[in-house]
């Protein structure tokens, strides 16, 4: 059975509608990087992705970030 969750328009699989109390939509931001304009065999050079955050139909609420320490930085450039 197909149930609403709280934010507007979007679909919990296999969920009871009455379960979804309090249920939120997570986020993720996906990213590709190819070799060339059209896809073809082994053209795949990186995929990436990353938690964005939730959604509870009414606030978005990211996750914290912090940037990364500059010796580890300077330790990855190095190689």
Do not use: W
């Amino acid at each position: 059975m197909l149930g609403r969750k709280a934010g507007e328009g979007s679909l919990a699989i296999d969920c009871p509608a009455q379960d979804l109390d309090g249920a939120v939509d997570a986020y993720f931001s996906a990213d590709v990087e190819t070799d060339g304009p059209i896809p073809g065999p082994f053209s795949m050079l990186s995929f990436a992705i990353v938690y964005a955050g939730t959604f509870d139909g009414t606030n978005f609420v990211r996750p914290a970030m912090r940037p990364v320490p500059m010796h580890l930085v300077k330790q990855y450039l190095m190689h």
